[in-house]
């Protein structure tokens, strides 16, 4: 197994778990939240699924020539449900699952990702990471959103 394919497999990972949350949220507690200021398990969803959209036009524009307004495809689509939701991303999500596996190992280390807007310039495998580790913080977030509610969790240790 090479660098790529190990970064692949981890969002493949994180996904899979995070599909199994999502898909376990019922449609009666998706506009639950534990208090006024945070976000709604929908939000929550529709945030890990667009910022894995932005980060990748980030990337790529960082990358090759950036620009300052990039479309956002989800700006002006509302919430249905997490399955719509999951059909809207797939195209998204395939295209950077590409754009990772397309990387070099040089490029993995030696290009900087300039996040100082946000306190950080890191190499590109570490900005990947960071990514992945950005969903499965919010699929952790949403099994404690469950618990408070009172809702079955679904077991993503298999």
């Known amino acids: 197994m090479n660098v790529n394919d ?3 497999l981890n ?3 994180i996904r899979r778990r995070s599909i199994k949350v999502w898909t376990s949220i019922p449609d009666k507690v998706l506009e639950w939240r534990p208090d006024s200021e945070a976000m709604t398990c929908q939000d929550m969803i529709r945030h890990v699924l667009e910022g ?13 020539s950036p620009i300052k307004n990039f ?9 249905t449900t997490v399955e719509e939701e999951l059909a809207f991303a797939q195209p998204y999500r395939q295209k950077f699952l590409s754009f990772v596996k397309s990387l070099s190992n040089e490029e993995l280390k030696d ?10 310039i890191r190499p590109l495998g570490d900005m990947l990471l960071r990514i992945a ?10 099994l404690d959103y469950l618990r ?5 969790r679904p077991n993503i240790w298999d």
Not at 133 to 142: A, I, M, P
């Open 6 to 8: 190990l970064i692949i």
């Open 11 to 13: 969002f493949e990972e």
């Open 52 to 64: 894995e959209y932005l980060y990748h036009q980030i990337l790529e524009n960082q990358m090759h």
């Open 71 to 79: 479309y956002n495809p989800y700006q002006s689509k509302p919430f």
């Open 111 to 120: 290009i900087l990702i300039d996040r100082s807007d946000v306190g950080y």
């Open 133 to 142: 580790y950005h969903e499965s913080v919010h699929t952790g977030q949403l």
């Open 148 to 152: 408070t509610a009172q809702v079955r």
